[in-house]
């Protein structure tokens, strides 16, 4: 079981036992201790929120076999009420390693100098590479597409690389202009003078290690294919790099179980093999119309940070937006799930926003743990209580006659359909 750390502010429940690591899989026991960060802004009010309707539907599935103990963690403002100012403090860093499976509201970044986007921190400190979406439609959630039902896709985005690494140089900075006379003068590079410079690393080992997670996730979950995105028409040392490292990590690491777009047709005339994974790829800017036009044809997408930030926000809004819209950042095995939407400030502590991007955050995390009774029920309650028209307020504005509630109310509705009543 390994020892438990003691933490300064951080209090680990007595009844619960930690998740561990053993070869490359989760030993998960049926009284895991999961940590979970409240939050800013609307945190509290979802946070709050979900935790009772995970409960809910952990108590309906196992009927008391099986129990989540959880543990707060504390980033963002609440730590530095805590923290005497800081942040990020680095116990929870260490709480987040230790726990393996956390997952956390929205945080708001500080206004002023010094200080990165906390997220950002967080990903990069813990190398927490893969940034992971799933995008799938609920049925009675208000869409622009005819056939929303179609999109059920799996975005897995590099998390650590691209132009989002922050290697810039600001115009009329010395380092700007170093960097400018060697690249003119050394490698006859030409562009503008006075233009701001960013480095874009696409790495080898990044693309590798973010390709070979997508690929494992598509054999565990039977996913029918894997998709790399790139721009590597123009870009070809790059992501043109991160689409020919994809295809080699396939064929070497994954050669029982995929199949290429290239091989399809070359040795199959197009007849997919029973079994096998297709790994093709596709370049950006056409994806975003194929996501629109024919998203049943994309199951798992792996692609860089830019691309997938893009891709993952586009899709989101073919089935309701980001305010449901669930993921997480992982890195090999430590796993931090998150709302993927901001603070909202302006609705704190309102008991108003829709809790949905967090509540399925945690059916990915009890998916990720191998509870998929529990998320299943929450799955399935969801489109009942759409169905029944009782929804939040962002909802309730796309819809006719329906009815508003709260945060806290919309959790009471959803519990209500996990427990088998009206």
């Known amino acids: 079981m390994g020892k438990i750390m003691t933490y300064q502010h951080i209090q680990l429940p007595e009844n619960g036992k930690k998740i ?13 201790i999961l940590g979970y960060v409240e939050g800013d802004g609307i945190g509290p009010d979802i946070t709050s929120a979900s935790l009772r309707v995970w409960d809910a539907a952990i108590e309906k599935a196992y009927h008391g076999k099986r129990k989540v103990h959880w543990c707060e963690l504390y980033m963002g403002e609440k730590a530095a009420g805590i923290y005497s100012g800081v942040y990020f403090p680095q116990e929870t860093i260490e709480a987040i390693r230790e726990l393996v499976v956390s997952i956390k509201g929205p945080l708001t970044t ?93 790495s080898a080992f990044g693309s590798k290690r973010l390709v070979r997670k997508a690929i494992q996730y598509a054999i565990d979950h039977q996913k029918p294919s894997v ?51 297709l790994i093709k790829d596709r370049i950006a800017d056409i994806m975003f119309q194929l996501l629109q036009l024919r998203p049943a044809e994309f199951d798992v997408i792996a692609t860089m940070n830019l691309n997938g930030d893009y891709l993952s926000d586009a899709l989101a809004a073919e089935v309701g937006g ?31 926003v829709n809790p949905s991007s967090l509540l399925f955050s945690g059916v990915m995390m009890l998916e990720y743990i191998g509870w998929t009774e529990a998320a299943q029920l929450i799955n399935d309650a969801f489109p009942a209580v759409m169905a029944d028209r009782t929804v939040t307020y962002d909802f309730a504005r796309l819809m006719d006659n329906s009815t508003t509630l709260s945060t806290s109310a919309f959790a009471d509705a959803i519990i209500r359909k996990i427990n088998g009543g009206a």
């Open 227 to 277: 998709t790399l995105v790139h721009k590597g028409n123009i870009m070809k040392y790059t992501e043109g790099a991160f689409r020919n490292w994809g295809y080699e990590v396939a064929k070497e690491e994954f050669r029982p179980y995929i199949v290429t777009e290239e091989e399809l047709w070359e040795e199959h005339q197009g007849e997919m093999p029973d079994g096998k994974i």
């Open 20 to 32: 561990s690591i053993s070869g490359n899989r989760l030993v998960v026991p049926d009284h895991p």
């Open 322 to 352: 980001v305010g449901i819209a669930p993921g997480a950042n992982m890195e090999d095995h430590v796993a931090v799930f998150e709302a993927t939407h901001g603070t909202a400030p302006k609705y704190a502590n309102q008991n108003k």
């Open 110 to 202: 500080p206004i002023g100098g010094g200080f990165r986007s906390l997220n950002v921190s967080l990903r990069q400190e813990m190398d927490l590479y893969a940034c992971v979406r799933p995008v799938r439609y609920y049925r009675g959630v208000p869409s622009p597409l005819q056939k929303p039902e179609e999109v059920d896709v799996v975005i897995f985005r590099e998390n650590t690389e691209d132009v989002y690494a922050g290697i810039e140089y600001e115009s009329g900075t010395d380092a700007n202009k170093k960097l400018a006379k060697f690249l003119r003068e050394e490698l006859g590079a030409e562009f503008f003078e006075d233009a701001g410079l960013g480095v874009k690393p696409i």
